[in-house]
């Protein structure tokens, strides 16, 4: 006999497609989000289900817990037991669950996140609230299923008599689904139900008339209605949550503390307070002198102390900044709706539950009424039994047994089965006269109550009345005030860099290779100004005196730029080598440092300019160069093929414009001929250019200082004319002519500049040498003429590179004092 195949022959895909598809089923329906009806996820629903069964109510005594999650685990939930007791005691944390569903004695965590205790020391029972989630579940109100191992039966939801999901909010992560309802004001989510019944077409608009918004348990701030409201919408939306905080003046030394009294939901207060205080110890926020926290029973309570004259406003908007003391919450409404995950609006949460009440009040009502009438049927049994009493006890003494007795009743006086049973069940102290008059007022009792029950039935208006009725008298009885402020909208945070950054006056070095350090000033008056560490063939391109709380654009060859905040910069001794750029920001090997400009505040009228080898000129406006990344290299200029930047400098817009060309033109104009552009053009052109020719430098100067102009050519020759020799015209044309031409060697200028006095260039040469000249003791030549040799070419070699040397600035103009 041949055995049959155990095995499948299936494609892979297939069986992870399908054995996926049906766990992620589980997980979303039965696990991790809630049930848009009682804004319950399964385990949560069968805890609350096992204690009212097990009558671990708020009237009785508190049980052990372990006790409860026993028998969840073996009636309900055949689950691990931490996840049920996590469960159970997320519901009893007044500061996750707006409304407490179980009332729990012992260590149940605390908002610092500290665990709760075991389950064997904690003893718990259900809130009084709870028992309007689980009212009249007992009357066949909804539908019940066979539990795990079919001993029993459980609730597939629960009456839920408020809207849970809403009022206490659900969070939970499943499988390609997740879900962020914030907590409500129950007063407020109930009239928002009563709204909706009233005016089924209610918008959004009316709703948030009297549901201002989400009302957390740990109160705080909410910012941003536009957010609300769009979420309320679509089910999606963002808002911020902020710390109440405020600000108390400390007695007699003009010092300030700020006081936290209410932080963000479901956020963790002592990771929260080492964060600020990390701050403080790594000095990222300067003025605070210490962090406490003097949380106690009366109420939280952190204190922020600040050092004497800081500006607590920006220490505060730095704290809502870089920590959890203001995060932004994200709202994201799903719920199980008809077995399906689902996206919500606000109208639509209130419209599933009103259609779960309507369920749910229509079969309690059906329930109530046919006990009423069931009853009523007894009753008059009864009363038409004591009429004939005598008879029915002769009846009754001559039978055999009850059963005899019950058969001879029926017969004889035409009652039913119930009632005969009801009359043979009757204990003799009831045939008293009283208990006639009694069954009269119990059966005119509930001829009412059934009239009732059947208009409630028969008129929906009646059943959303008596929905509305049972909502009004659970508002009354456990509602209580907003906790949480809200605002309307997003305050922009602001705060000055000195809150972060202790001000201090510092040097800043960088050289044309890209090395680049800060240096304290008493390092820098210990060495005297000399000692520079440096390479031989890379040179500085500026020095000066400059604040921590200052930032630094440089700029590259490439028409690339970095913002850089002073205090940023690495602290090196002035004897030692800088760091490379690199480090900090990206930089190419054939990329070289062209300027650095240092920038206290990104002013309004004031311009960048930008000069490239080819002949183009760039103005922009110098707040377009206010980077929000910091340290990052990004497009100055936009070249175009092998194009370089020559030259880089801050204007104020009314400045004198001066271009000279290795061949020996030189082009004099004013700036506003340069027309303002955006950040990444090109620019125009600067001036116009033979073959063979580039520009050497561009130099900008103002009218006032009548400065000299110095050319150095490639055969050593120096020259310094004054600038009346030239005549100012516009841009882009030839120029004049600086040099006279030679047949032979003809000079070729390698270096252009705009000196003021004490001013000297330096250059380097291809023997590898580097000489230094004081062009203005030259004396001035005409523009025809090729100034004074300064170096004999035959010994030391041709001039390769030109700078100036870079002289001790203080670019913002302080005193020495």
């Known amino acids: 006999m041949v055995q049959p195949e155990k095995y499948l022959n299936l ?13 992620s089923k589980y997980i979303i329906q039965d696990r991790a989000l809630p049930d848009v009806r009682d804004g319950l996820k399964p385990v949560q629903r069968r805890i609350l289900y096992a204690m009212h069964v097990e009558k ?32 159970m005691v997320r519901l009893s944390q007044e500061w996750k669950i707006r409304n407490v569903l179980i009332e729990m004695h012992g260590n149940n965590g605390s908002i610092d996140g500290d665990p709760p205790a075991a389950m064997r020391y904690t003893e718990a029972r259900l809130s009084p609230i709870s028992a309007e989630l689980l009212r009249d579940i007992d009357k066949e109100t909804v539908d019940l299923i066979p539990n795990f191992d079919e001993t029993s039966m459980e609730p597939t939801v ?12 659900s969070t939970g992560i499943s499988a390609g689904y997740a879900t962020d309802i914030p907590p409500h004001n129950l007063a407020e989510v109930i009239d928002a139900v009563m709204m909706r019944i009233d005016k089924p077409a209610v918008t959004v608009d009316e709703l948030m008339t009297v549901i201002k918004g989400p009302d957390f348990p740990t109160g705080g701030i909410i910012q941003g209605v536009e957010g609300i409201k769009k979420a309320y919408q679509t089910g999606k939306g963002k808002i911020v949550v902020r710390s109440k905080t405020k600000v108390e003046t400390l007695r007699g ?15 963790n207060k002592a990771n ?27 109420g939280l309570r952190i204190v922020i102390e600040l050092k004497k004259d800081v500006n607590s406003e920006g220490v505060l908007n730095y704290l809502f900044k870089n920590t959890e003391l203001q995060v932004m919450y994200h709202f994201n409404m799903v719920a199980i709706k008809d077995r399906t995950p689902k996206l919500l609006s606000l109208p639509e949460m209130l419209d599933a539950y009103i259609a779960h009440q309507k369920e749910v009040v229509t079969k309690q009502t059906k329930f109530d009424l046919k006990k009423a009438k069931d009853r009523e049927h007894i009753v008059e049994g009864l009363i038409k039994a004591i009429s004939i009493l005598d008879e029915l006890i002769a009846t009754i003494r001559a039978s055999k047994d009850k059963q005899d007795a019950k058969k001879r009743i029926i017969a004889q006086y035409d009652f039913t089965e119930a009632q005969a049973e009801a009359i043979v069940m009757l204990q003799l102290y009831r045939l008293t006269n009283t208990d006639l008059t009694q069954l009269q007022h119990e059966a005119d009792e509930l001829r009412k109550n059934i009239t009732e029950l059947e208009s409630i039935l028969a008129n929906e208006r009646k059943l959303y009345q008596t929905i509305k009725k049972d909502l009004k008298q659970i508002k009354k009885t456990y509602s209580d005030s907003r906790r949480t402020v809200i605002e309307d909208k997003i305050e922009e945070l602001k705060f000055d860099i000195d809150v972060v950054v202790a001000s201090e006056d510092v040097l800043v070095s960088i050289s044309k290779d890209g090395y680049i350090k800060r240096t304290s000033l008493r390092s820098f008056s210990a060495s005297n100004g000399e000692d520079l560490a440096i390479k031989d063939d890379d040179h500085l391109v500026r020095l000066f005196e400059i604040n921590t709380t200052d930032n630094i654009l440089i700029f590259t060859t490439k028409g690339k730029y970095t913002m850089i905040p002073v205090h940023e910069l690495p602290d090196i001794r002035w004897k030692d080598m800088g760091q490379h750029l690199s480090n900090i920001a990206s930089l190419d090997k054939d990329e070289f440092i062209v300027q650095c400009i ?5 002013t309004e009228d004031n311009y960048l300019l930008f000069f490239t080898k080819n002949g183009m000129v760039k103005r922009s406006e110098l707040k377009l160069y206010n980077a929000s990344r910091h340290a990052k290299s990004l497009i100055a200029l936009n070249l175009k093929g092998d194009d370089e930047v020559v030259n880089v400098y801050q204007t104020n817009g009314h400045s004198n414009v001066f271009i000279a060309s290795n061949k020996g033109y030189g ?20 001036i116009q250019l033979k073959e063979d020719e580039y520009v050497v430098g561009g130099q900008v100067f103002d009218d006032l200082s009548s400065p000299s102009l110095v050319i150095l050519t490639q055969r050593g020759a120096c020259k310094r004319m004054k600038l009346r020799e030239f ?6 044309k030839r120029g004049l002519v600086m040099l006279r031409e030679l047949k032979n060697k003809a000079h070729r200028i390698r270096g252009f500049f705009v000196l003021n006095d004490n001013e000297s260039i330096r250059f380097h040469t291809s023997n590898g040498e580097t000489q230094s000249v004081y062009p203005l003791e030259l004396s001035t030549s005409d523009r025809y003429s090729n100034g004074s040799f300064v170096i004999d070419t035959d010994t030391h070699g041709e001039v390769l590179e030109v700078w100036k040397e870079a002289a001790y600035e203080k670019p913002f103009g302080e005193s020495d004092e």
């Not at 005549?727 to 882009?732: F, L, Q, V």
């Open 11 to 23: 494609p892979l895909e297939e069986v992870i497609g399908d054995r996926f598809g049906r766990y």
């Open 56 to 87: 671990n109510t708020h009237d009785k005594g508190f049980r052990k817990s372990a006790k409860t999650v026993g028998t969840v685990i073996g009636n309900y939930h055949p689950h691990g037991d931490s996840s049920v007791y996590d469960a």
């Open 158 to 169: 629960l009456p839920a008599k408020f809207p849970n999901l809403l009022v206490n909010g």
């Open 253 to 267: 030394n003009n010092r300030e503390q700020i006081v936290i009294e209410e932080i963000p939901y479901e956020v």
């Open 272 to 298: 929260m307070v080492k964060k600020i205080d990390e701050l403080r110890l790594d000095r990222k926020v300067e003025g605070i002198s210490e962090v406490r926290d003097e949380t106690d029973r009366t």
């Open 598 to 602: 240092p920038i206290r505040e990104f």
């Open 667 to 686: 082009l004099w104009y004013d700036e506003s001929e340069i027309t303002v552009v955006g950040q990444r053009a090109a620019g125009v052109k600067s």
């Open 727 to 732: 005549e100012k015209t516009s841009r882009a």
